[in-house]
Structure formats: C-alpha cells, structure tokens
C-alpha cells in the first residue's frame, strides 16, 4: 500500500533538519526517524526500517524524574495518538539504549483533511541543549525547501500551526489555527513583521505578565535554534484572551541555516 502525501513530505521534511523526529503509525509503531533522532534511539533507520511499539517504548524506558516508569496516558505520545490532542512533557529516558537523559518531547497527532489520522510525530531535545550558529550563515530565503515543505504540511494539518521567518514576520498560518488567532489567513490585511505579530497578540506568561519576545517560545527557538514549549496567554485577533500551550519548533537544514519558526498550539486547561 503506499503511504500518504501528508506523510511523504514531513518525511522529506524530518530528513532535512537537524531537530531529532521520529514518525509513529496510529498503532505506536515508528515508521521513520531522522539522523539526528538516531543519538536517542541507538539505531540507525537504514538498518531497522522501523520500530514495534512495545520495542522502542522498552529501549527508552520513559519515566519520570524519579524514574518512576510513565503510564500510558502519561506519555506525551499516548495523548497524541489515544486523545488525538498535542501532547508535551519533560521525562527521562534511556537515550541510545544505555544512559539516562533529561528530554523534552512533544507528540503531535496526525490527522489531515478528511478525518484522515494517519498517526503521530515526535519531537524529542536536551534542555539548554544549543544548535551552534556558523559564523559565515548565509542570508535565509523563503524558497527554501524547508520553508515550502512545512507551508504545504501545515496546509493540510489538523493542529493549528503558523510559520515565521528567521527575522520573526509571520509567513503563514493554516485553517486550524484560526479559531485561536481569530482570523483568517487570507483577509489579514497585511502582513505581520516580528513587532507587530508581539502587539496583535500581546503575549503574557501564564501568570498573566507580559512576555518579552525574547522570553516567547518563538523567541527562544530563534535564539538557541533549539525547540521551546511554553503554556503562555495571547489575544486573538478577534479580541478574545485565551490560554495556549506552544512549541516553537526551529527549522534548522543540514546546512546549519535558520530558515524559520514553525509554532505548533493548543488550547490548554493548565
């Protein structure tokens, strides 16, 4: 049988940045995992051509700071895969089958136009961990192949995504995520530069203070070229005050080159 578009290109999307991602079909089983996802799994993808569920879940022993095993609802990945919501934690694992890590994960369900759930993606990273940037970086274009790539993923995406540039000016949102801003891609009237995406939005930590934009998931994935969650509170575009979780995610090629800020949110309770 062959495998959806949607899935093709974050495949071709995932061998392209240097963020460790690994790909699960709706029964937990990992389908694909890039280079960079081969440090966390001890395994290259060209050998195994894939994981069982029961098989990577063994390996990476996911548990808590003590190092209490998870239960399933506690993993960031059951909730996308079981609830078909975002789900994101900070846990420790058995990073390449032996040490302990400290590791944030974000698991993103996968349901594309026509209630079609094609199963999930995992972002996995070291806290305070830094992509370097080279000294000669050359000047970021939005025809990269990064850039197309996630505007034509997220364009057919459930979870409400939006796109930024390496300067920060909001290229693109998709259907989903209009609820949440509060407007329609095509009728903004402009668009948005870094300055102006902080005032529309007007950006406060959960506590209800405002938060700087280098303080911003968005910010912080720019700066350390590292992905970044945050529970944060924005005014849509329609008014409305609401209280999201995000994680920015940087869209760092194998040339080392920051291209932009892909930004998955969700509503959250807490």
Not at 181 to 201: C, I, K, V
Request: hydrophobic share 40%; net charge negative; aromatic share 8%.
């Amino acid at each position: 049988m062959g495998q959806e578009v949607e899935i093709i290109l974050l495949k071709q999307l995932a061998s392209c940045l240097r963020i460790p991602i690994a790909l699960l079909d709706p029964d937990g089983a990992v389908t694909y995992f890039n280079e960079p996802a081969e440090g966390i799994f001890g395994l290259r993808f060209e050998e195994t051509g894939g994981l069982p569920a029961d098989e990577w879940i063994g390996m990476l022993q996911p548990s808590d700071q003590d190092h209490v095993p998870l239960k399933r609802e506690e993993r960031p990945l059951a909730t996308a895969l079981d609830r078909r919501v975002p789900g994101h934690r900070r846990l420790k694992a058995r990073t390449g089958g032996q040490s302990w890590q400290e590791l944030e994960v974000t698991g993103l369900p996968l349901t594309a136009e026509g209630d079609r759930f094609l199963g999930a993606m995992s972002l996995f990273w070291r806290p305070q961990e830094r992509i370097e940037r080279p000294a000669d970086e050359p000047t970021p274009s939005q025809q990269a192949v990064e850039t197309i790539l996630t505007r034509r993923i997220a364009a057919t995406w459930s979870a409400p995504v939006f796109l930024v540039d390496a300067f920060g000016r909001l290229l693109y949102f998709n259907r989903a995520a209009e609820p949440i801003l509060g407007d329609r891609f095509l009728e903004l009237s402009r668009p948005l530069s870094r300055e102006m995406l902080y005032e529309a939005f007007e950006p406060r930590d959960a506590d209800g203070n405002r938060l700087e934009p280098r303080d911003h998931p968005l910010g912080i994935a720019r700066s350390t070229r590292q992905p970044a969650h945050r529970v944060i509170w924005i005014r849509g575009l329609d008014g409305h005050d609401r209280r999201i979780a995000a994680t920015a995610i940087p869209l760092v090629g194998q040339s080392d080159c920051l291209v932009g800020v892909l930004g998955v949110f969700w509503e959250s309770d807490g």
